[in-house]
């Protein structure tokens, strides 16, 4: 592994990640102070700290005798996501973390997003192409509500938010990212027009709204597109799709009353799909 430089700036120095075989039967109260947060994918648990935490794991693994620790790791905020978060612009979009504010222009449309440890500081090929799709869609004609799907930190929503959409809901079946997305959503001041709900995202997907966002698996999508409430929006948005898989997601959409709009292709690898729905 490559070891860069903390950013200074960044919220926590060092990272401390306790990988678990199991899912935690409890509540994280008694995790203390330096407890960030658990991110549960699966049958597998991620625990997050800010120093290390042996004697906290140690009564977790007594306590809980399903769980197996299997790994731990120690790194700094930015490998853990890959990159270093900095300010970034998308079309009129300026992203920023709130550890590293820069001055606007007049064109821009200025988000605050602090991604904790959810993966995806918001510079992924798709989440770029997905806030080109929103800003292409709401320069057409105003939209008045929005659900994103697998919204992870909330930016998509954030994003419509800011270009108008007066209610939208932004769905993660992750507790932590639902959690980090409704405080990204304080941090916007954007409380009353985004609300963050944990659940999946087949739940959420039968009421009426303008646009669909779903940057999201395609386990998940091609089964979201087929059911009935996926027809009660008048616009989708679609990625998180790698070629086959949007291959197929596309056949599956020529075969139903919409009509494909544009289409972007990063890398030759990653797809997103934007369309009007008859």
């Not at 904790?116 to 800003?135: K, M, Y």
Request: one cysteine or more; glycine letters at 8%; aromatic letters at 10%.
């Amino acid at each position: 592994m490559v070891v860069s430089e903390p950013n200074p700036a960044s919220p926590y120095t060092q990272l401390h990640i306790y990988y678990f075989q199991g899912r935690l039967a409890a509540s994280f109260d008694s995790f203390g102070e330096h407890f960030i947060g658990n991110w549960e994918e699966g049958d597998t648990s991620f625990l997050f700290f800010s120093e290390p935490a042996g004697d906290q794991i140690a009564h977790l693994l007594a306590a809980q005798p399903q769980l197996t620790l299997e790994d731990q790791f120690c790194m700094t905020y930015d490998e853990w996501h890959g990159e270093r978060v900095e300010p970034f612009r998308a079309g009129r979009f300026l992203i920023m973390p709130p550890w590293k504010i820069v001055p606007t222009r007049e064109s821009d449309i200025p988000i605050i997003l602090d991604p904790g440890v959810v993966f995806g500081a918001g510079s992924h090929p798709t989440t770029r192409d997905c806030l080109e799709a929103i800003e292409m869609l709401f320069g057409q004609e105003p939209i008045a509500s929005t659900l994103d799907l697998g919204t992870g930190t909330g930016l998509l929503a954030i994003a419509a938010a800011r270009l108008g959409s007066d209610q939208n809901i932004a769905v993660d079946n992750n507790f932590l990212a639902a959690r980090t997305a409704r405080k990204n959503a304080g941090l916007n001041n954007l409380d009353n027009h985004v609300s963050i709900v944990c659940g999946l995202a087949e739940d959420f997907l039968e009421p009426a709204a303008d646009l669909l966002i779903a940057n999201i698996h395609y386990d998940v999508m091609k089964h979201l597109i087929v059911r009935p409430g996926f027809l009660n929006k008048k616009w989708f948005i679609l990625s998180g799709l790698l070629r086959t898989e949007a291959g197929l997601i596309e056949s599956r959409l020529t075969q139903m009353p919409v009509t494909l709009m544009e289409k972007w292709v990063k890398d030759g690898v990653w797809h997103t799909l934007c369309g009007r729905i008859n």
